[in-house]
C-alpha cells in the first residue's frame, strides 16, 4: 500500500470523529446563543440541543459514529471533574462544619431510600433501583453555582450552606461511584466486599493526598521561572490525565482521578492561576459533554415512560427540597434558611449523569434508565432558577401558616444549636492519636506495599539483594514509624489529664499499643524479604538501631513534617502576603489580617473604633465565613474570625497590625475557662422591663453581648443600646453559660 493510500485511509478513519466534534459544537454554540437570549441555564440548552441533533431525528444533522460521542463525553467527565475538583480543595471540606455535612448527608440518605422504594414499586430490577436511588440523591453543582451568579444571591446566608452541601455530596458521589462498582461486579450487596472498596478508597485516597502535597506543590515552586501560560496548562492538563491513569489502573474510575488531581493542585500557590487557564478547557469540553448527553436521548424511550419521568421529576423536586429542608433544621438553622437551601438543592445533573452512564459501562442497568434520568434532569434545571427565587416567600409563607409554637420551637432549637460549644480535654486527645495512628500506619503500609511490588523482584535473586531491599525500605519508613510510636500528640491536654488517676492507665495503655504496632510493621516488612527465623533476628537488631538513632529520625521527621505543612498552607500564606494593587503610585496596598476570639474591639462598630481616623487606613472588605461584606459601613461589628482587607501605606499596615496585637486580650492564668453559649431569653423578669439595654446591665451581668431582639414578632439584629427593654421581649445573648443560666432563673 502506497503512503498516498495509507494517508487517505487514515483520513477516512478519523473523519468521524473529526465531524462529530464539530457537529456538537456547532450545536453547543447555537444552543448558548438562544439560551443566553432566553435567560435560560446554558445547560439545558445544551441537553435540548444534543436530543435534536442526536440520530433519532431525521431533519437535522446528526453524528455519524455513536461511539465517538462516547469518547468526546468521557473526555467531557474527565476535564468537567478536574475543574471540579480545582474549586474543591480538602481544606474547604473541612471547614464547611457540621451544618452542610448533616444537610447533605440527610438529604443523600432520604434520596437513596426514596429512590429504590419508587424503583420497586415501578417494578424495575434491584439494580435499577439502586442506580436511581444513588442518582436522586446529588444535586447539581453545575447549574446552581450558575443559577446563584444569574440571580445575584452567592453572598447570602443560605448560599454558603448549600455550596458547603455541594463539597460534602461532590466527595459522597465519588464514593458511591465506587461502591456501586463493586456492588455491579459482584452483582450482589456483600458487605465485606463493600467495606474493602471503602477502605481501599480512603487508603489510596491518603496518600495520593500527602504523596500530591508533598511533591507537586515543590516542582511548580521550582519551576516557577520557568513556567509560561502555554506550559503550565499543559502540564496541569498532563498531571490530571497522568491521574486518570493511575485512578483506572488502581480500579477506581478515571472522574475519581481527574478529582483527585484538582483537589490537590487546588491547596497549590498556582490553584488560582491554573483554574483560569484550565476555564476555556473545562467550558469546552463541558458543552461537549452535555451536549453528547442530549444526544443519547431516545425519543420513543421517553414517550414510553412518559409516567416515570414526570413521577420521578415530581419526587426529585418535592424529595430533595424537603429531606434537605429538614437536614437543614436538624443541624440548627433557622426556618427561613433552611427552606432556602432545600428548594435550592431540588435538581439533577452531571453527577446524576456520570452515575447513569456507569451503569450503562458496566452493562447492569436498562437502556431506559438513561434517557429518563437526562429528562428528569432538564425539566428540573428549567425549575431550579423559580425555586430559589420562590424559596424566601415561600419560607415567610411557612412561618405565618405553621403554628407558632413550631415555629418559636425551631427558633429556639437553632439558637441552641449554633451556641459556641466546648470541647473536652479527652476528646482533643483521642481524636489527635486516632488520626496520627491512621495516617501514619497508612504512610508506612503505601511503602512496604510500593516496596514488595517493585524493589522486591529486582532483588531476590542476588546474594545480599533481600538484605539490600530490606535497608532501603526500613530507611524511607524509618522517620514515619518513629512517628507512630515515640511522637507526641496533643501534648498539654494529656498533661492536663494525667493528673487525673482514671485517665493514667488508658493514656499509658495508648502509648503502648503505637510501640507494638510499630514493632509489627518493622517484623511485616522484614518478614517479606526474610524467612521467620532470619526475620525475627534481624527484627531484634533493627529495634536496637531503632532506639539508638531516635534523635536523627525525629530531626528527619520533622524536616518532612515542616515540608510538608508548608506546602499544604503556602496557599493561606501567599494570600496574607499578597498586597500590591493598582495604588502603587500612592505607595498604598491591600493587606488581609484575621481578628483574634480573645481581641478586646470584638462586638464594636468600626464606627466606635475610629480605624481611619486614628491610622489613616481604610477597610475594604471583611469575610465572615463564606460571605463577604465589601466597603462595609460604620455600624458594621467586627467578630471572633473576621477576616479584614485594609487599604494603606506600608507604615500604616505595620501600625494597625501592632494596633491589633494591642488590643488582644492576654489568656487568663487558668486551666478553667468560662463556656460561651448562644442563649434565647424570653423576659420576664420585672427588674429590666421599661430600662434600656444600657440601663439594665445585662451585658455585665452575663460578661456577654446582646447580639439580636424580638419585640412582637419584629426582630432586631445587632440592637442600639438605647434600646427600651418591654415584657416578652425575646432576647438572643452571647456570654458565659452559668451567668446566663443564672439570669434565666431569677
Not at 466486599?193 to 502535597?213: A, D, H, N, P, R
Not at 539490600?468 to 526500613?474: N, V, Y
Amino acid at each position: 500500500m502506497s503512503a498516498a493510500e495509507k494517508v487517505a485511509e487514515a483520513s477516512q478513519h478519523l473523519e468521524p470523529l473529526i465531524s462529530d466534534l464539530g457537529l456538537i459544537l456547532i450545536t453547543a454554540g447555537i444552543a448558548v446563543l438562544l439560551f443566553k437570549k432566553l435567560k435560560q441555564p446554558l445547560v439545558l440548552g445544551y441537553l435540548i440541543a444534543g436530543f435534536l441533533a442526536g440520530n433519532h431525528f431525521d431533519f437535522f444533522p446528526s453524528v455519524s459514529d455513536s461511539k465517538s460521542v462516547e469518547v468526546w463525553a468521557e473526555i467531557g467527565v474527565i476535564f468537567l471533574l478536574f475543574s471540579l475538583g480545582l474549586e474543591f480543595s480538602f481544606k474547604k471540606l473541612m471547614k464547611v462544619g457540621g451544618t452542610a455535612s448533616i444537610t447533605a448527608i440527610t438529604q443523600i440518605i432520604t434520596m437513596i431510600f426514596v429512590g429504590f422504594l419508587v424503583g420497586q414499586w415501578l417494578d424495575w430490577s434491584k439494580m435499577d433501583s439502586v442506580f436511581l436511588g444513588v442518582i436522586l440523591s446529588v444535586s447539581s453543582t453545575t447549574i446552581i453555582l450558575k443559577t446563584f451568579d444569574e440571580l445575584g444571591v452567592k453572598t447570602q446566608r443560605f448560599a454558603g450552606i448549600v455550596i458547603g452541601s455541594l463539597i460534602v455530596q461532590d466527595i459522597v458521589a465519588i464514593l458511591m461511584m465506587v461502591l456501586l462498582s463493586t456492588i455491579a461486579v459482584s452483582q450482589q450487596f456483600s458487605g465485606m466486599e463493600l467495606m474493602q472498596s471503602v477502605f481501599k478508597l480512603l487508603f489510596f485516597l491518603t496518600i495520593w493526598f500527602i504523596g500530591g502535597i508533598f511533591f507537586i506543590p515543590t516542582l511548580l515552586k521550582k519551576a516557577k521561572h520557568l513556567l509560561t501560560d502555554e506550559m503550565l496548562l499543559i502540564i496541569s492538563l498532563a498531571l490530571c490525565l497522568m491521574m486518570v491513569s493511575l485512578a483506572a489502573n488502581v480500579g477506581f474510575s478515571p472522574a475519581l482521578g481527574a478529582f483527585i488531581m484538582g483537589s490537590i493542585i487546588a491547596e497549590t500557590t498556582q490553584a488560582e492561576h491554573i483554574e483560569h487557564l484550565v476555564k476555556p478547557v473545562k467550558d469546552l469540553f463541558g458543552a461537549v459533554f452535555f451536549v453528547s448527553v442530549g444526544m443519547l436521548i431516545d425519543p420513543h424511550t421517553l414517550f414510553t415512560h412518559t409516567f416515570p419521568v414526570i413521577l420521578l421529576t415530581i419526587i426529585t423536586i418535592f424529595g430533595q427540597s424537603i429531606s434537605a429542608t429538614i437536614g437543614a433544621l436538624l443541624s440548627g438553622q433557622p426556618l427561613k434558611q433552611s427552606v432556602q437551601t432545600g428548594m435550592s438543592l431540588s435538581q439533577i445533573g452531571e453527577f446524576s449523569f456520570i452515575i447513569a452512564s456507569l451503569g450503562m459501562t458496566l452493562n447492569v442497568t436498562s437502556n431506559f434508565l438513561y434517557p429518563i434520568v437526562v429528562a428528569v434532569s432538564a425539566v428540573t434545571t428549567f425549575t431550579t432558577p423559580f425555586m430559589v427565587k420562590f424559596s424566601t416567600p415561600f419560607s415567610e409563607y411557612l412561618a405565618k401558616k405553621l403554628p407558632r409554637k413550631w415555629v418559636k420551637r425551631i427558633e429556639r432549637y437553632s439558637a441552641n444549636a449554633q451556641a459556641i460549644k466546648s470541647v473536652s480535654n479527652w476528646q482533643i486527645v483521642i481524636n489527635s492519636y486516632l488520626t496520627q495512628v491512621i495516617l501514619f500506619s497508612v504512610i508506612i503500609l503505601a511503602v512496604i506495599l510500593l516496596s514488595s511490588k517493585y524493589i522486591l523482584p529486582l532483588v531476590d535473586h542476588s546474594k545480599f539483594g533481600n538484605a539490600l531491599g530490606a535497608l532501603i525500605t526500613l530507611f524511607a519508613v524509618s522517620p514515619f514509624l518513629w512517628a507512630l510510636s515515640l511522637r507526641r500528640f496533643a501534648a498539654y491536654e494529656v498533661t492536663i489529664l494525667m493528673e487525673e488517676r482514671k485517665y493514667q492507665g488508658p493514656i499509658v495503655m495508648m502509648f503502648l499499643f503505637r510501640i507494638l504496632l510499630s514493632i509489627f510493621f518493622i517484623g511485616f516488612l522484614l518478614n517479606i524479604f526474610f524467612s521467620p527465623i532470619i526475620a525475627l533476628i534481624t527484627l531484634i537488631a533493627a529495634l536496637g538501631v531503632y532506639f539508638l538513632f531516635q534523635r536523627k529520625l525525629n530531626a528527619q521527621y520533622h524536616k518532612i513534617e515542616a515540608h510538608f505543612l508548608t506546602n499544604l498552607h503556602d496557599r493561606e500564606f501567599t494570600k496574607v502576603r499578597r498586597t500590591r494593587s493598582s495604588l502603587s503610585p500612592w505607595d498604598e496596598h491591600m493587606a488581609f489580617f484575621d481578628i483574634a476570639a480573645a481581641s478586646n474591639i470584638v462586638g464594636k462598630t468600626l464606627e466606635e473604633l475610629q480605624i481611619r481616623e486614628q491610622l489613616g487606613i481604610n477597610v475594604a472588605s471583611i469575610k465572615r465565613g463564606e460571605f463577604m461584606i465589601n466597603i462595609p459601613k460604620g455600624n458594621e461589628r467586627l467578630f471572633p474570625g473576621d477576616e479584614i482587607c485594609v487599604i494603606g501605606t506600608d507604615i500604616q499596615v505595620k501600625e494597625f497590625k501592632t494596633y491589633l496585637d494591642q488590643h488582644e486580650i492576654d489568656a487568663p492564668d487558668t486551666t478553667i475557662e468560662p463556656e460561651i453559649v448562644l442563649r434565647q431569653i424570653e423576659l420576664k423578669n420585672e427588674s429590666y422591663i421599661g430600662k434600656s439595654i444600657r440601663a439594665s446591665k445585662l451585658r455585665e451581668k452575663t460578661n456577654g453581648l446582646i447580639v439580636g431582639i424580638e419585640k412582637k414578632g419584629n426582630r432586631i439584629l445587632n440592637p442600639e443600646s438605647n434600646i427600651i427593654l418591654e415584657k416578652d421581649d425575646i432576647l438572643w445573648i452571647v456570654g458565659d453559660k452559668k451567668l446566663l443560666a443564672d439570669l434565666v432563673h431569677n
